[in-house]
């Protein structure tokens, strides 16, 4: 069964430092998001894509985040200039077309020391 | 902002017999729920869903009911498997204007099956 997948499983990072996390959704899907769950609490959402472009935000993903589709496969999240609450897992996901449900990928976990 | 609550943290039942978990909404636009299952150190896995028409859903030993007066959805697992033990988290999403169903979830619940 297709899936999404993600790298790294877990990165370390200076504060301050950029980071890109990297997402591979499944290949025929059109919407991609990101997600973040910190430790403890909820699952939120970050940011929705379609069509090469954002389609929706969360108050979280500031100015300091951004998300790319470089090619036809990966769907990247950048976060500019890391600080220590963006320490959590990050999931990405991604559907199709409609009232689909979306698959989430294992995660990556973000350390910021 | 509690769009979606699961006001169990924490459920235990007995091998064999049935579980039922909990979720309630206070937007009136969510037309879309679905039902995720989480191990430790994997991503939410996708279990079931149901549409704002209907008001019930069925899976195998999996069946989700809608009560959209009561703004209430259920998620019963039958007969409950010591597999099933994982931490369950309700989603629900509107499909209104330009958005592309971004998922709102609750805390989940950590069900934990018997043998």
Redesign the interface.
């Known amino acids: 069964e297709p899936e999404v997948t993600q790298t790294p499983s877990h990165q370390v990072t200076q504060m301050g430092q950029e980071v890109i996390l990297r997402c591979v959704p499944i290949s025929n899907h059109l919407y991609f998001y990101w997600y973040r769950q910190i430790l403890g609490q909820k699952v939120e959402f970050l940011v929705s894509f379609y069509n090469n472009e954002i389609s929706e935000k969360s108050e979280i993903f500031d100015d300091q985040f951004s998300v790319e589709r470089p090619d036809g496969s990966n769907f990247t999240l950048k976060i500019r200039s890391t600080k220590l609450e963006d320490s959590a897992m990050y999931f990405c996901a991604s559907k199709g077309v409609g009232n689909q449900p979306q698959h989430f990928g294992d995660g990556t976990r973000l350390s910021i020391l | 902002d509690q769009q979606v609550k699961q006001n169990s943290p924490s459920l235990s039942v007995q091998e064999g017999r049935i579980s039922i978990l909990n979720c309630d909404y206070t937007n009136s636009m969510f037309d ?1 729920f ?1 039902w ?1 299952k989480k191990y430790p ?6 279990l079931i ?1 149901i ?1 704002s028409i209907k008001d019930k859903n069925e899976d195998g030993r999996f069946t989700v009911f809608l009560n959209k007066s009561a703004k209430h959805l259920s998620l019963h697992i039958v007969p409950s498997q010591p597999g099933d033990s994982a931490v369950y ?1 309700c ?1 629900a999403s509107a ?1 209104y204007g ?11 619940t950590k069900l934990s099956v018997k043998p």
């Open positions: 879309y679905l995720y150190a994997e991503g939410p896995t996708f869903s549409s988290f989603a499909n330009g958005s592309q169903g971004n998922l709102i979830f609750g805390k989940g």
